[in-house]
């Protein structure tokens, strides 16, 4: 069974960073890709940042410059790094995975807020 497990998020203030991680397990097909999306509360979910297996990113025009999205090797975990957090960033964050049989999983999510 596959899951995706995140960690990291918390209450900072304006400026300040955060780490999130997101560890897979279960997975036996191989990791195609990996993401990281987020909903803040009365809006649709949103892509924050992804990453291939090639080391490809891609960012939201509202993070680029502040987030940087990583993996480890053997590929397992996705990272997102946060700097100069602003309050419109607070939302749940949820892990995003699919595999190379197209498979596609979701996290539990994680709360990040970020006070003025």
């Known amino acids: 069974q596959v899951r995706l497990v995140e960690s990291g998020g918390g209450l900072v203030q304006a400026g300040g960073s955060l780490r999130l991680s997101c560890a897979a397990s279960?997975?036996?097909?191989?990791?195609?890709?990996m993401a990281w999306y987020r909903q803040a509360p009365g809006k649709q979910r949103e892509l924050v940042a992804s990453?291939?297996?090639?080391?490809?990113?891609n960012y939201a025009d509202s993070v680029q410059g502040r987030f940087a999205i990583s993996r480890d090797n053997p590929w397992s975990t996705v990272f997102l790094q946060m700097n100069s957090l602003k309050p419109e960033d607070t939302a749940v964050y949820y892990c995003?995975?699919?595999?190379?049989?197209?498979?596609?999983?979701w996290g539990q999510g994680t709360q990040v807020t970020v006070s003025s």
């Open positions: 995003y995975m699919q595999n190379f049989g197209s498979y596609e999983y």
């Open positions: 279960g997975n036996s097909l191989g990791i195609a890709s």
């Open positions: 990453i291939t297996g090639g080391r490809r990113t």
